[in-house]
């Protein structure tokens, strides 16, 4: 009886899979044409959106430096770091593994979340999935002994010590896309992009990018090393990669952007406002000025912009996010983190929404009439972006 009951409630969730994979591949099918017109119509070129088994793809960089990966990816940072309690390593796995069963071949960690403990859930969790997705990982921030110095070391022994424990912890041969998290003064980036160049040959790396540094930068580091992805903070409250030519030179170089903290870490999901307490032993957002309760309070107008552009649309104001970030052009793949599957599939379904240019413009203006409050990072973590 109770493995008739078993077999039954596995049959049923089976069905429910399968129903839910048709009725993606079903919607998503129109959606692809739809969301191709409308990049092409915003980069004027031919995009590189693909479908393959009911999941939209994307091309990150080009060349020699291609990356050819869903077109929504998985930050898995928040899982266990940096934004309040952690569900349990269950809970995470099983969060993981719907993203992988869903289609999604992008998933980003970094040495420093945890520390090591972030990589640690990643390559436990996709070890099933090894060779059908993708662990990105970082190194640049220096940890010893598990704990962080607020140093960066971006020497070529660093590098080649950090990748090989990386490659240990992830359980995987080869890094797909191994990102310097932040820039380090005493290294030059000629001598980051040769160590990278060098791992490429032997194979422990497959692809290489950067993370929060200037247009000068790019083009001196992909001159040496071709660069698949720039990694930098951008969403509808902080768009400084529009402003200081990073997306300008990504576009020319043909070099991909994923954005991180698409949703401004959770603030444009709606489920933030001025009473929200963060752990205050692991969340950073209780040091940075845009997350303190006056800041919050004022900048839920520009939440509720979204909120109401989504209304009539069908849309979360998460979803707007995330889709908005998509409708800049091709080679573009966000990273949103979640803890529960609801919103995984939740921000999935972002890809099933056509928005006009015209659309984009009118949010655009509504968001611009309320200034942003707070800067996004305090002091020290300024420092450390922009070089
Ligand atoms: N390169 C870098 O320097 C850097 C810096 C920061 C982050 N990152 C990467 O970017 C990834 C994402 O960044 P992030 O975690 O800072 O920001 P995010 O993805 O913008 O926001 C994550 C937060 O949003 C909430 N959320 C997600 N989907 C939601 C939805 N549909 N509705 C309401 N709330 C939702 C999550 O809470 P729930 O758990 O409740 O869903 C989580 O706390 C990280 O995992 C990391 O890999 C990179």
Redesign the pocket.
Known sequence: MEDSNKKEKINRRGFLKIAAAATAAFSIQPTLDKVKAANNVITGKKNSIVRKDGMLYRTLGSGSAAFEVSAMG??????NY???QSPGRKQCIRVIHEAAERGVTLF???IV?GPLHNEILAGEALAPYKGKVNITT?FGHEVINGKTTGRQDSSPATIRRYCEDSLRRLKIDSIPLF?Q??FDPKTPVEVVAETIGDLIKEGKVQHWGM??VNAETIRKAHSIQPLTAI???W?LMHRLIEENDVLKVCQQLGIGFVP????????????INEFTVFDDKNDNRQTLPRFQPDTIRANTAILNVLQHFGRTRGM????V?LAWLMSKGEGIV???????V???I??LYTLDFDISDNDWKELESAVASFPVMGDRYNAEQQRQVGH
Do not use: W
């Open positions: 998985f930050g898995v940072m928040g899982m940096n934004r309040s980003d960690t970094a979340y970082k990102y998290h932040r993370c929060e990694q930098s903070e969403h991180y903290s698409p949703v401004n870490r959770g603030f444009l999901g709606g489920a979360t104001s998460a979803q996010a966000p990273i949103p983190g979640t803890t529960k609801s919103h995984l939740e921000n």
